[in-house]
Nanobody
Framework: QLQASGGGLAQAGGSLTLSCTVSGRTFSTDAMGWFRQAPGKDREFVAAISWFGGNIFYSDSVKGRFTISRDNSKNTVSLQMNNLKPEDTAVYYC??????????????????WGKGTLVTVSS
């Protein structure tokens, strides 16, 4: 139901845009989040956006470099990643927290997950 795409290889300082397409559910009332998991590390929060797009927050590690957005008419949420760093290398997951006005950085709040897309940043 959640399909992430757009991962790949980038050089440090470069950019990538991830997209997540949602099907089979009412996307427009879901808060959406992006998480990532680097090799050998726990999954961590990256960014979240409310269902109407008015509330957004980011982890400190990506603030000022990444931008989350959504298009409810296309059932998609995107993550624009600029000024990439080698430490951004990870599998990136999109997730849906249904029927909520709140935003959370806790993965347990998210009921639906995509399979992830790999981002590799070379130095």
């Amino acid at each position: 139901q959640l399909q992430a795409s757009g991962g790949g290889l980038a050089q440090a300082g470069g950019s990538l845009t991830l997209s997540c397409t949602v099907s089979g559910r009412t996307f427009s009332t879901d808060a959406m989040g992006w998480f990532r998991q680097a090799p050998g590390k726990d999954r961590e929060f990256v960014a979240a956006i409310s269902w109407f797009g008015g509330n957004i927050f980011y982890s400190d590690s990506v603030k000022g470099r990444f931008t989350i957005s959504r298009d409810n008419s296309k059932n998609t949420v995107s993550l624009q990643m600029n000024n990439l760093k080698p430490e951004d290398t990870a599998v990136y997951y999109c997730a849906a927290d249904p029927d909520t006005l709140a935003l959370s950085d806790y993965e347990g709040e998210y009921d639906y997950w995509g399979k992830g897309t790999l981002v590799t940043v070379s130095s």
